[in-house]
């Protein structure tokens, strides 16, 4: 038994001698490095377990370690470290085994003591428990008897390439070591969470996006930080690999979405994808690379994102060339951050000492990149803050200057109006007196200018309207054919002038009678034959109007005959639309392209240009415009116009071509001739053959032979010996004799240009079809004075002139009336008199028209009368006029200048009976 005891007593001797530098823990100081004096298993096959060290033969094979690092690969294989401690004094002491850059390993202690030692050889027992992970370093608990060795045994399992130290700690240092460890985390955590919680409060105030994703890229990171300190292995129990996986995982997310963030912030939302691409695949080979270039697991991160903050930064002083608003920011956070992660890697490298490194660079890099994130996303919401203010303010401007122009032009159309009041009803009543031909051209003249200055009057309004995006159509139903000729004629002095043709074509199947705007159609017609205008020197232009492939929907094309423009030209169409504009080579105000374009929406279509060079120039738009349901009368039946032959003279190839068309859809025969010689020729040649032409429809202006030497020639021709009916056409300027016209045996003549129902009334009344208009009468005179009462009008007008032309338009139909210059008077007189009707000016002194209005209604309704329409009269034409006359108590509306026929449809749409009145001749 002694024999025994003393065999086993001596082989525990031997195993305890044969670890060299047993180390005693109450000499040595905390902090020491024990890593020269471990000595080192590598087991490649994984094949050792503790239990194996029990006998003496595996014990053998340790090597000592003589170096101030230890190197660990992942590439298999187990590492077993052997070291002696020992305890002399009476107390139990316990220590810690720090192994500083140890991450990512499965670590294991193992102990022999003493008392464990057998015949076989020492009894190890397993240590759980006593292995914590920090965030750089892993820490082995260790307790040892009062006067005992030990033999400790630390198995590491490595994942990746890692260069460890061993140090000694005692309890108090341990726990100083831990205590920074869990201030610095708490710091990075509170730090973290303050950013995020400021990216929120900044989304919930602006609701950008942005700061968003910045609490979502800074979330990563901290994710990606609790991984990187071990924490996520403890809280969700993972083995090694999937805390390996967890730990290139979250450092993938939180760099790329980095990375895309502040490619977003700097404006290069296109670039994304493919940096992304690029980045990720840089950062993969960046990290098999370093993965065999260096032996610390740390490089296969801090390496790829040295050079994406090197990137950063370039990108940073590229941006600053740009004048971008967060340039500075990712330029000054960069270059710290890559300063940061060099002094890692220098550290992890063992390049320097610990005394020149901060030991924890990583953590300061991470709130380094996080802080970018928030102040990046702060300065570019203050700025959009600021640009935002700026830009209401600014539109606040805008729109005060808007509201004072419509104020002054609302008020500049009402003095424009009056006076225009009296020209234009004046000389309208200046009509139905004698006058020679001279002063009737002059009145003309005066009443076209009028009429003309109103039109422009008006187009300012709108123009008001369109850019404050007031303007809404006001559907009615309206001759189509009719504003189209008129939107031309109103350019036939220019024409002459320029000598340029202006021409209608409109298909037969276009009803006459549409719903639509007619106003803003007359407008947009009106602009679009200004531009073309602007662009030739002389040729023609053409209108045309036909179905489009729409229901309901119309197409109008304006074309010219100019030249063009080339492919190659950088000035296109538009371009050159706008230049026209600002040249204002024409006497018309027309809009602008953008309120064309507008108008042309609210119509429910689309505007089109196009331009070859030596064809000329096209512009077309499409418009909804549908038939109406009460359909202008045609009293003309133009069946008899059915086999009876036109023939079409003009030297202008497009009117022969749209007369002949007209002419073919009312099933005549057509012949065309481009010359006074040539049409003579047919004329006498279907004379010869027994046929004969009916109709002759000329142009007086042509080369060669006019259109009077033409008709002349053609009266005396003994070889034509029918009646021919001969239709001249003119410009606005051409006025011929009437003598020298009838002698020439022209019955009729049309100013170009002209519609297709207008010539055919002239072709029916030529050859004695019809005799009559085919105007409707609007007030005829009354047949029983017992069945009608006697329209009876009271007037509330204080401008003279106004005065005037109402009454002299109710003489000229027949109306009695009574006149008042106020709101006041006209109220006592209401409630005097006897009236069917009421005109009332809107503004008057006193008492003006809405509260004059109001008065009536309440007096009215006091004594249970029956209401008397009151039509507004107004030299206002904004909308808000219209409303505040409807909200008083008013029935209708009519803008100054007045005219008569619109007067005469109020009143006749008002009477309270049929009330019928003929015009007398006064």
Not at 314 to 326: D, E
């Amino acid at each position: 038994m002694k024999y025994y005891i003393s065999l086993t007593l001596l082989l525990f001797i031997s195993i305890f001698a044969k670890a060299d530098n047993k180390i005693d823990i109450t000499n040595t100081t905390s902090g020491s490095d024990l890593t020269a004096k471990v000595s080192i298993i590598f087991d490649p096959k994984n094949e050792l377990t503790y239990e194996h060290f029990s006998q003496s033969n595996v014990l053998n094979r340790f090597t000592p370690n003589h170096t101030p690092f230890i190197n660990i690969s992942k590439k298999g294989g187990t590492y077993w470290l052997q070291l002696a401690l020992v305890n002399p004094s009476r107390k139990e002491q316990v220590s810690y085994i720090k192994i500083r850059d140890l991450q990512l390993a499965e670590t294991n202690i193992y102990q022999a003591i003493e008392s464990s030692v057998t015949h076989n050889g020492p009894f190890f027992y397993s240590t759980t428990g006593n292995v914590f992970v920090g965030h750089d370093a892993t820490y082995i608990r260790i307790k040892i008897p009062e006067e005992t060795s030990t033999l400790n045994l630390i198995r590491i399992h490595p994942i990746s390439d890692q260069r460890i130290e061993l140090l000694f700690l005692d309890k108090e240092h341990y726990q100083e070591d831990i205590l920074e460890n869990n201030w610095m985390q708490g710091i990075f955590a509170g730090i973290l969470i303050t950013l995020v919680t400021t990216l929120l409060y900044l989304y919930r105030t602006s609701r950008n996006t942005s700061s968003l994703a910045g609490a979502a890229v800074i979330t990563l990171i901290g994710f990606f930080y609790i991984t990187y300190t071990g924490q996520t292995k403890a809280i969700f129990d993972l083995n090694q690999l999937q805390s390996l996986t967890m730990y290139y995982l979250t450092f993938g997310l939180a760099f790329l979405s980095y990375l895309s963030l502040t490619l977003y912030l700097c404006g290069l939302k296109s670039q994304i994808k493919k940096i992304l691409i690029f980045a990720g695949t840089l950062g993969v080979i960046l990290m098999v690379t370093s993965h065999h270039l260096y032996a610390n697991h740390l490089t296969t991160i801090i390496i790829p994102s040295l050079v994406a903050c090197l990137a950063m930064t370039g990108l940073g002083f590229q941006q600053l060339t740009r004048k971008n608003h967060i340039a500075s920011n990712l330029v000054f956070s960069s270059i710290i951050a890559s300063v940061l992660l060099t002094a890692n890697i220098i550290h992890a490298l063992g390049i320097t000492p610990d005394m020149l490194t901060l030991g924890f660079e990583d953590s300061l890099t991470l709130i380094v990149l996080s802080m970018f994130i928030t102040t990046a996303i702060g300065k570019l919401l203050f700025i959009h803050t600021q640009s935002s203010n700026r830009q209401y303010r600014e539109n606040k401007v805008r729109r005060e200057l808007i509201t004072a122009k419509n104020s002054f032009l609302a008020q500049f159309s009402h003095e424009m109006r009056t006076p225009l009041n009296g020209v234009v009803g004046m000389t309208e009543l200046l009509f139905d007196t004698p006058l020679s031909n001279n002063q009737r051209e002059y009145i003309s003249t005066i009443q076209e200018s009028g009429e003309r200055l109103m039109t422009m009057i008006n187009d300012v309004i709108d123009y008001t309207r369109i850019e404050s995006r007031e303007l809404s159509l006001n559907e009615r139903t309206f001759d189509l054919q009719s504003v189209v000729v008129q939107c031309l004629t109103d350019f036939s002095r220019e024409a002459e002038q320029k000598q340029i043709e202006l021409i209608t074509d409109i298909a037969n199947d276009i009803p006459q009678m549409v719903r639509g705007d007619n106003e803003r159609l007359r407008q947009i017609l009106h602009g679009l034959i200004s531009h073309l205008f602007n662009l030739i020197e002389h040729g023609e232009i053409i209108v045309s109007v036909e179905s489009n492939s729409t229901p309901n929907q119309l197409r109008f094309q304006i074309r010219d005959t100019g030249i063009g423009f080339k492919k190659n030209q950088n000035s296109s169409l538009f371009d050159a639309y706008q230049q026209s504009k600002a040249n204002l080579k024409t006497s018309d105000l027309s809009l602008n392209l953008s309120m064309i374009q507008e108008l042309i929406h609210l119509m429910g279509g689309e505007l089109h240009m196009a331009s070859e060079f030596g064809k000329g120039n096209v512009i077309w738009f499409t418009a909804n415009m549908p038939a109406s349901e009460v359909e202008k009368e045609d009293v003309f039946d133009d069946s008899v116009l059915e086999g009876l032959h036109l023939l079409a003279v003009d030297d202008n190839v497009s009117i022969t071509k749209v007369i002949a068309h007209h002419a073919h859809s009312w099933g005549m025969e057509t012949s065309i001739a481009h010359g006074g010689p040539e049409a003579l020729a047919i004329l006498r040649n279907k004379a010869s053959l027994e046929e004969k032409i009916d109709v002759v429809i000329l142009d007086y202006k042509m080369p060669i032979m006019n259109g009077i030497e033409l008709a002349a020639k053609i009266k005396e021709d003994n070889l034509i010996t029918n009646d021919v009916l001969v239709i001249m056409l003119t410009g606005l300027n051409f006025t011929p004799n009437n003598t020298t016209v009838k002698n020439a045996g022209i019955r009729h003549i049309l100013t170009k240009p002209v519609s297709g129902s207008a010539l055919k009334q002239v072709i029916l009344k030529g050859l004695g079809h019809i005799t009559h208009s085919n105007a409707p009468a609007e007030l005829h005179q009354i047949e029983d004075p017992n069945r009608h009462k006697t329209l009876n009008v009271l007037i509330a007008e204080d401008n003279q002139v106004s005065t005037k032309v109402i009454c002299g338009m109710l003489r000229k139909i027949g109306v009695s009336y009574e006149v008042t210059s106020n709101g006041e008077q006209a109220y006592d007189a209401f409630r005097n008199g006897d009236f069917n009707i009421v005109l009332m000016d809107c503004e008057m002194p006193i008492m003006d028209g809405f509260e004059a209005t109001q008065a009536i209604r309440d007096w009215e309704k006091r004594n249970k009368k029956t209401e008397v329409p009151i039509i507004a009269l107004s030299a206002h034409v904004m909308p808000q006029q219209k409303a505040m006359c409807m909200d008083c108590g008013m029935n209708d509306y009519i803008e100054k200048p007045i005219e008569l026929s619109t007067l005469r449809s109020k009143l006749r749409d008002w009477a309270p009976v049929v009330t019928v009145v003929e015009e007398t001749t006064e």
